[in-house]
């Protein structure tokens, strides 16, 4: 599944992702603009990235995600990419058996990648400013703690174009909030606020704007003082994978993109005039 580089590099930068380990913490800045939209280019990055990890991530004790684009942590799904492949598919004679075997392989890839940022044995940072949507709030997700400042806003906008969120969000959300929560941001699409989320338990700390990585780097650095086998087990035990709730969120998504509302509402997003329609 996805890239499978053992030798991906300690020291990188590509499109859309930056690392290196400093002080015993794996930092992971995202820069592609407008706002990290996770399409093919910045997968094959973290594709990089997770075997970079499972590899023992050159000895870092800790992790974090922050991003470098003023607009935010990540707007969520590279939309157009989507768009524009499914015409591509449609017009080269691609039935929807075939469409389908492709958005599975995707979305397998993602949830590869996304599963080893969740699982992997060391404590993982979100430092998130701005719009943090769909896709981007799904890699938040897989973090163990969330630190953002006061600009930052999460929501699902997926049921707007006809879609659950496929990068496994609900599983990991469900896992971690009440369903009340769950269902208020995926049924209304609504975004909540910093404020909000550290009141529903999403969030661990909120900060002032541009201040979010600074906090990031003292939690890794009181992270790394544990044994790493201590909290290796501690984040086993307190944050399982919710497995079949992942691959039901898989089969779902992969029947639901094939719609005709789905590609009616790419046209329009992909159509759109407004300078921020990937707003909910």
Not at 149 to 171: M, T, Y
Request: with cysteine; glycine share 8%.
């Amino acid at each position: 599944q996805g890239a499978k580089n053992k030798d991906a590099p300690p020291i990188y930068r590509g499109k859309a992702l930056a690392w290196s380990v400093e002080n015993q913490t794996l930092e992971v800045e995202m820069h592609r603009e407008p706002c990290n939209e996770i399409g093919t280019t910045m997968l094959a990055e973290l594709e990089l990235l997770a075997d970079f990890v499972r590899t023992g991530a050159g000895g870092a004790r800790a992790m974090i995600f922050h991003s470098s684009v003023p607009k935010g942590f990540c707007a969520g799904a590279d939309l157009r990419e989507l768009h524009d492949g499914i015409l591509a598919r449609k017009g080269a004679g691609s039935n929807k058996v075939q469409m389908a075997l492709e958005v599975r392989d995707f979305i397998e890839r993602i949830h590869h990648v996304f599963d080893t940022f969740d699982t992997a044995p060391i404590t993982t940072i979100g430092a998130v400013h701005g719009f943090c949507f769909g896709g981007g709030f799904e890699l938040a997700l897989t973090c163990d703690v969330l630190v953002a400042d006061k600009s930052a806003r999460f929501a699902f906008p997926e049921l707007r174009l006809g879609l659950v969120p496929g990068f496994g969000g609900i599983p990991r959300l469900r896992r971690d909030l009440g369903n009340a929560v769950v269902r208020d941001l995926l049924l209304t699409g609504r975004s909540v606020n910093a404020t909000r989320a550290q009141e529903v338990g999403l969030v661990s700390q909120v900060v002032g704007r541009g201040e979010a990585l600074k906090v990031a780097r003292l939690v890794a650095e009181q992270a790394a003082r544990f044994d790493p086998t201590t909290t290796r087990l501690a984040k086993a035990f307190t944050k399982p994978l919710p497995r079949e709730e992942l691959d039901r969120e898989k089969d779902l998504f992969v029947a639901m993109v094939a719609s005709p509302v789905v590609e009616e509402a790419l046209r329009k997003f992909v159509e759109s005039t407004d300078v921020r329609p990937y707003l909910p």
